[in-house]
């Protein structure tokens, strides 16, 4: 690295025509305003086709802070960061002492090819965790199911959420169930099984998968937090006659780690909804289940064939792994501005 610059106006010159292009964002006042703040050029690869379109690391020497690591992004254009790319953005500062934040790229290691996701857009999907498909004497258990090998998810789970959590992304869970009344179960749904313990019939945990009775809700584990949305769905997939869709647009999600239960039936359904829909999904392997252990596999392998037609395949390890550093990362910009004075 090379040895540091001292900030002022004949530097800030050198260092915009070695490094700026006019469009760059990232300083609502010109950093040439500020007497002390050094600079230290260095290199990193990236995918730009053009000198312009290049993504310039400097290092930021802040008295107070400490060392921190910046990326200069151009302003017309949004700047898509490709996996040999560098793993951190500062997004435009609104003003001095003030910032949006700092936006990740991660990169998950995932089957077919690992998958580089931005988490400020990404959402975690907790799809039917209910004690009516994970608890003796619920729906699950009354089609005969061994509802025991669905607890293996459980664990997993719980991690990712627990990260998921720390650092800050999007958590939606939702609940396949139907109204008291039955009028948004479609016949045949309901007539599958024994009579006695159909959809709505009484069970152990109140009426099976009826909204709003115990076995309809999610399991004490990985049980909502307050401002955590739940989908009240009353069919397989998460997106059919849900707001599910106009949630994450608002959000302005793009990216989805999915994980829930049963792999092949409601986490499938509900996948190839977001990939007809545009979103990105990530499937975690050990953070679903189903009754059936082939099922489980097969559909897995579904997803992720042919170059990963309904989205990609990973797990909690990995996951983990990205969001535990995006959280390290981002700690350190919580303020970048902390410590830094305008020159006089």
């Not at 379109?53 to 254009?77: D, F, K, M, N, Y």
């Not at 999610?218 to 401002?227: F, K, V």
């Not at 006659?241 to 949630?247: A, R, S, V």
Request: with cysteine; hydrophobic share 40%; aromatic share 4%.
């Amino acid at each position: 690295m090379s040895e540091g610059l001292q900030f002022n106006e004949e530097t800030a010159r050198k260092v915009e025509a070695l490094y700026l292009t006019p469009d760059v964002v990232d300083f609502a006042t010109p950093v040439s305003e500020f007497e002390n703040v050094r600079l230290s050029p260095c290199s990193t690869r990236s995918t730009a086709r053009t000198p312009s379109q290049r993504v310039h690391w400097i290092l930021l020497e802040l008295p107070c802070r400490g060392a921190l690591a910046c990326s200069l992004l151009p302003r017309a254009t949004k700047q898509k960061v490709g996996r040999t790319g560098p793993d951190l953005a500062t997004q435009r500062k609104t003003a001095i002492g003030q910032s949006e934040g700092a936006v990740a790229i991660r990169t998950i290691e995932a089957e077919p090819a690992a998958i580089a996701v931005e988490t400020g857009r990404t959402a975690l999907l907790i799809i039917d965790m209910q004690r009516d498909f994970l608890e003796p004497g619920g729906f699950g258990a009354a089609l005969g199911n061994d509802v025991s090998r669905l607890k293996a998810a459980v664990g997993p789970c719980a991690n990712v959420l627990a990260a998921a959590r720390r650092a800050g992304i999007l958590v939606i869970h939702t609940r396949e169930g139907h109204r008291p009344d039955l009028t948004d179960a479609p016949a045949m749904k309901v007539e599958r099984g024994d009579p006695a313990l159909r959809i709505g019939a009484p069970g152990p945990m109140g009426r099976i998968l009826v909204r709003g009775e115990p076995g309809h809700d999610i399991i004490p584990e990985l049980y909502p937090t307050a401002g955590e949305p739940v989908i009240d769905k009353p069919g397989k997939g998460a997106f059919y006659q849900t707001d599910l869709e106009l949630m994450l647009k608002n959000r302005d999600i793009d990216h989805l780690l999915v994980c829930g239960v049963t792999t092949e039936v409601c986490v499938n359904t509900t996948v190839r909804e977001a990939n007809d829909r545009g979103f990105r999904c990530i499937v975690l392997s050990d953070c679903c289940a189903s009754y059936f252990p082939e099922f489980h596999d097969m559909g897995l392998k579904m997803i992720k064939a042919q170059g990963g037609i309904f989205g990609s395949v990973s797990a909690s390890a990995p996951v983990i792994a990205a969001l535990s550093m995006e959280q390290s990362v981002t700690k350190a910009f919580a303020k970048p501005w902390q410590g830094i004075k305008r020159a006089t």
